[in-house]
């Protein structure tokens, strides 16, 4: 049986993956940020939810 790429299963949202457009734009809407801050974000404290939240919110 072929995988259903449809089924995106339920989310994870402790982690943060800028590698799926659906899970960017979810994050970057529940932050307020643009795609380009989310990813820098992630690159300097990993995909934690928590911590990209405490990188963005001390600006």
Do not use: C, I
């Amino acid at each position: 049986m072929a995988d259903n790429l449809q089924d995106r299963g339920t989310q994870d949202r402790a982690r943060v993956n800028v590698n799926e457009p659906h899970e960017v734009r979810y994050w970057t809407e529940k932050f307020g940020v643009s795609e380009e801050d989310l990813v820098q974000a992630v690159t300097v404290v990993g995909v934690s939810a928590a911590e990209v939240e405490r990188y963005l919110k001390k600006d």
